[in-house]
């Protein structure tokens, strides 16, 4: 997506050769018009699958979810949680996911009501890196026994390896940018 | 907002007399058709503020919040962070806020470079109970000197006193749904 990979560049601050800084438009302050265009891509790329629901994973996940949806006959959005609460009632499938940015590890939780086999699901995130988040959605998709339509990524950073073990999987795969290095203080997509 | 309080009757859950369990439309499973025309309503009543930015919290605000800024000429949408990631280079506004349901206690942050004098802010939030993060997120548009239009809520929960601490301050508060009890396993609105 021409549009995403121009402000990735003009907006997107490398730290170092691991980490893509997209906080001013993506997963801090949202640019709506930006996600806008996203959601639609997303809904045109799988329009013929028959979603039924949307999984993403808080936080930075949501926004785009749920335009996305918007595009999509407005299918419900399921995001896992990070954190147990006290509202947290009931029976949830459950994943661990190791946060790359954060260095924590968290049980990520989806209510077992929300989804069943009768579902086709499309995961949604914003960014794919070594793959945690995204398998620990697909461990609860296989768990509930539904239907998995694909991963759609905003910016994949293909380089660490995520992108690769889901495709090994046999599952489809959208990115919206694939960055496959930043080296020298550069960003090169693929 | 009739909508939102048959919902509430219909698919809410009172967990004793303090918390009431909507995470099947609102703030686990997301209702994207019910959230559109809460969005559209925020919309009306703050049309004529010229709101230049939408602030809420992570996690259970973004998905009003996005959906509220597409009515809204797509102003950028800022969501306070509860996590320090390895990301977030630069200064920030911060806040301590209580979670209610969680027992936890966070500094939620805002990059400075995204609010300024020049912003005209509106705060959503999912619920507003005891006002801690409502608080939280008046006391960093204060700190980054913009005017703050007002604060819009989806579930008041009135018997926790949050909305008065809001309105006792002489901001304008927006709640679509005021919750006055929920006694012996009834919900009663305002």
Do not use: W
């Not at 013929?48 to 999984?55: A, Q, V």
């Not at 690769?164 to 960055?179: F, T, Y």
């Amino acid at each position: 997506m021409e549009l995403l990979k121009q402000r990735i560049l003009s907006d997107g601050v490398e730290l170092g050769t691991e980490i893509l800084k997209v906080d001013s438009f993506l997963n801090h302050q949202i640019d709506i018009g930006l996600i806008r265009q996203i959601g639609n891509e997303f809904a045109v790329r799988f329009q013929n699958e028959n979603i039924t629901k949307i999984l993403t994973i808080e936080s930075s996940g949501i926004a785009v979810a749920c335009v996305t949806s918007l595009c999509l006959g407005e299918v419900p959005v399921i995001f896992a949680k990070k954190e147990k609460a006290s509202s947290m009632t009931g029976e949830y499938f459950g994943a661990q996911v190791k946060s790359f940015t954060k260095g924590t590890v968290s049980m990520v939780r989806v209510n077992k009501s929300f989804i069943g086999p009768e579902d086709t699901i499309l995961i949604i995130d914003d960014f794919l890196a070594h793959g945690e988040a995204a398998s620990g959605l697909i461990s609860i998709v296989e768990q509930a026994g539904a239907k998995l339509a694909g991963v759609a990524i905003v910016i994949e950073k293909e380089f660490q390896g995520g992108g690769k073990k889901i495709k090994d999987r046999g599952i489809r795969l959208e990115s919206l940018a694939v960055v496959c290095s930043m080296a020298e203080g550069k960003i090169h997509f693929r």
